[in-house]
């Protein structure tokens, strides 16, 4: 058994309470059973899109939608081949309308974790190029929408317990019951724990996230102070310069004080001739 650290334990806890409130439809209406397709069509799809891949766009392109767009629909990067692998892999999941038990909120729990995984921006730094991909993220969300909707038919198709009338009668059926019941809260468990690693993993980017804002922001410090001591002798020069300006400024006054003095001279000279 898998011994959980201390932020598996907090992060199960999370998921446990997620499941007490009611969640919406799962959004994961089929998935791909992957270990069948092969590693050369994995990479392709890999390389498609960097967010969640809806596995019915995957497969789907009707002769009907390319003569209505005239363009083929969802990724044309694909090959018929490897389009037909995908299709050979893919399997609907028909969720109930209602939501009943804690398969369908795990599902979706799951989706909301995964979707704010890949979107979020300490997770597309380089540092962590050599973690999962969106396509890891998108296979183990397939495998726990996979389990969740076996454990859903599990319970649907397990009727009541056989009634105990204190014989040995139906004590296989009695036997096979109470197996059932073990199977399946061993696999709800199972889940659990699947999701709870999600979240772990996601709680853990946000701490990422402020180390490389704070690399960001020391390395730009530490390769920036050229460009510092640039704008501080701008700023020794417009001191200088407007130092420079105000005296020259003061000379302006000085000029003109000297020319109204002058006007004011040549003025008074002004007058009737002396000699008229």
Known sequence: MIKLTDAMHVARDWVVEQ???????????????????????????????????????????????????????????????????????????????????PEIRLVAVAEDVVARVVSHPAWAHPVLDGHRTILGFIIELHMVATA????????????????????????????????????????????????????????ALTPIATSVHNLRAVTEMATGGADVDQLYEHIVGAEYSIERTSALRNDIDDIRAALEAQVTYLDSLIGPHRNS
Do not use: M
């Open 19 to 101: 499941l007490r409130f009611p969640q919406r439809a799962p959004r994961t209406t089929a998935v791909i059973a992957w270990s069948t397709v092969s590693a050369t069509t994995q990479s392709a799809v890999a390389g498609l899109s960097n967010a969640i891949i809806d596995p019915n766009e995957l497969v789907a392109q009707p002769t009907w939608w390319r003569s209505i767009t005239g363009r083929p629909r969802g990724y044309p990067k694909l090959t018929t081949g490897q389009r037909a692998e995908l299709q050979q892999a893919h399997t609907s999941l028909h969720w109930p309308l209602r939501e009943e038990g």
């Open 148 to 203: 969740a909707y076996d454990l859903l038919r599990l319970r649907a198709n397990t009727p009541e317990a056989p009634a105990d009338d204190g014989t040995h009668n139906l004590a296989r059926a009695r036997a096979e019951w109470e197996r059932r019941q073990v199977v399946a809260s061993k696999a709800e468990a199972g889940l659990i724990d699947r999701v709870a690693a999600l979240h772990a993993y996601e709680a």
